[in-house]
């Protein structure tokens, strides 16, 4: 086809004013798309749940692409003193992390309420963790070791060790590169006294959620003040700390009228500062707040060193190596948590 006669021109050229046209309402039409299409993502990201049985795969890819972190609550079925529910440290680790997620991004697991603890057998008689622990404070009255109403959850170290480390291997496989496992006491020591060993096997950074961190991470000034200030999160068993977290985030389901008014007689089986005379949800509510803020700030570094880098390979292998120090001062210093 010759294309300069002069009435291919003429064509040509209405054509090209038809093109350029078509392209200039593409261009307009195309910007109002792409916005209302981003207002749209944004919209659905902030309506795509944080808790991992909710999610399709289509929001998991979302979730994951913004944030590779799985949040995985240390539960139990255990005594929290007369006026907490039997769940409560699932719970309360539960309602934080969702909290962190909205927050920083990543995926809430469904609680782990499975636990090791303190056991021993006698006879046929069977006690565990709190049922020895009922009184803590001096010239208080001490009881006789009991098995505690509601308590259902313990399963030897072992199997514990196998669930968790599973746990992780499947979560890295599905691409997390953070996990943070947090709440009732004997399990998180047991991620505490393992967390270095998982890294290196799965590739994955470890994170709880107590004051100091396991890497030495947490700067001393805001650990102090957690522990002066009762700022943690789980950090007694069902004393101040943990009935402020449950007042805060379950207000309906903390009965302290179902404990003794009589605060000369301590409640069976909590440790800490008593809770009738110092819990609140205001108390709750500051713990989470000053958590929320130290745990995002710790999160979102821990994000920056390994998104770059599509593997995080030598990020996380690095971070690891160099503070074991740190974290086995911290894991020494320990000892006093409950949860
Ligand atoms: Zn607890």
């Given at each position: 086809m010759n294309i300069s006669s002069p009435n291919n021109l003429t064509l040509n050229k209405a054509k090209l004013n038809l093109i350029s046209l078509l392209f200039l309402l593409t261009l307009i039409s195309g910007c109002s798309v792409s916005d209302s299409d981003e207002n749209q993502e944004d919209r659905a990201q902030e309506e795509i749940p944080v808790e991992y049985i909710m999610l399709t795969p289509t929001d998991f890819r979302t979730r994951i692409a913004e944030a590779p972190i799985a949040y995985l609550p240390l539960g139990t079925l255990e005594w929290?003193?007369?006026?907490?529910?039997?769940g409560s440290d699932g719970m309360q680790s539960f309602s934080f992390m969702k909290d962190l997620a909205y927050e920083v991004g990543g995926i809430v697991l469904p609680m782990l309420y499975l636990g090791p603890d303190m056991m021993m057998a006698e006879g046929e008689k069977e006690l565990y963790g709190m049922d020895f622990w009922l009184s803590l404070e001096e010239g208080r009255t001490y009881m006789t070791p009991q098995q505690l109403d509601g308590s259902a959850y313990w399963v030897p170290d072992e199997l514990f060790h196998q669930i968790v480390e599973q746990s992780i291997k499947q979560l890295a496989r599905a691409g997390f590169k953070i996990i943070v496992a947090h709440g009732h006491g004997p399990s998180t020591r047991h991620v505490i006294a393992h967390w270095k060993e998982w890294e290196e096997m799965y590739d994955v950074l470890i994170y709880t959620c107590?004051?100091?961190?396991i890497r030495g991470e947490n700067d001393q000034e805001s650990s102090e003040k957690s522990n002066r200030e009762g700022?943690?999160?789980?950090?007694?068993?069902?004393?101040m700390n943990e009935t402020s977290l449950m007042m805060y985030y379950y207000p309906d389901l903390?009965?302290?009228?179902?404990?003794?008014?009589?605060?000369a007689l301590w409640p069976l089986a909590v440790a800490g500062k008593d809770p009738r005379l110092f819990a609140s949800a205001e108390q709750g509510q500051s713990a989470v707040e000053f958590q929320l803020e130290r745990m995002t700030k710790l999160l979102r570094e821990a994000l920056q060193r390994i998104l770059?880098?599509?593997?995080g390979t030598s990020a996380s292998k690095g971070a690891a190596s160099s503070t074991s120090e740190t974290s086995e001062t911290a894991a020494a210093a320990k000892a006093a948590t409950t949860g």
């Amino acid at each position: 086809m010759n294309i300069s006669s002069p009435n291919n021109l003429t064509l040509n050229k209405a054509k090209l004013n038809l093109i350029s046209l078509l392209f200039l309402l593409t261009l307009i039409s195309g910007c109002s798309v792409s916005d209302s299409d981003e207002n749209q993502e944004d919209r659905a990201q902030e309506e795509i749940p944080v808790e991992y049985i909710m999610l399709t795969p289509t929001d998991f890819r979302t979730r994951i692409a913004e944030a590779p972190i799985a949040y995985l609550p240390l539960g139990t079925l255990e005594w929290h003193g007369e006026h907490l529910p039997l769940g409560s440290d699932g719970m309360q680790s539960f309602s934080f992390m969702k909290d962190l997620a909205y927050e920083v991004g990543g995926i809430v697991l469904p609680m782990l309420y499975l636990g090791p603890d303190m056991m021993m057998a006698e006879g046929e008689k069977e006690l565990y963790g709190m049922d020895f622990w009922l009184s803590l404070e001096e010239g208080r009255t001490y009881m006789t070791p009991q098995q505690l109403d509601g308590s259902a959850y313990w399963v030897p170290d072992e199997l514990f060790h196998q669930i968790v480390e599973q746990s992780i291997k499947q979560l890295a496989r599905a691409g997390f590169k953070i996990i943070v496992a947090h709440g009732h006491g004997p399990s998180t020591r047991h991620v505490i006294a393992h967390w270095k060993e998982w890294e290196e096997m799965y590739d994955v950074l470890i994170y709880t959620c107590w004051s100091w961190n396991i890497r030495g991470e947490n700067d001393q000034e805001s650990s102090e003040k957690s522990n002066r200030e009762g700022l943690g999160i789980m950090t007694d068993h069902a004393g101040m700390n943990e009935t402020s977290l449950m007042m805060y985030y379950y207000p309906d389901l903390v009965k302290m009228e179902q404990l003794s008014p009589d605060t000369a007689l301590w409640p069976l089986a909590v440790a800490g500062k008593d809770p009738r005379l110092f819990a609140s949800a205001e108390q709750g509510q500051s713990a989470v707040e000053f958590q929320l803020e130290r745990m995002t700030k710790l999160l979102r570094e821990a994000l920056q060193r390994i998104l770059p880098a599509s593997t995080g390979t030598s990020a996380s292998k690095g971070a690891a190596s160099s503070t074991s120090e740190t974290s086995e001062t911290a894991a020494a210093a320990k000892a006093a948590t409950t949860g």
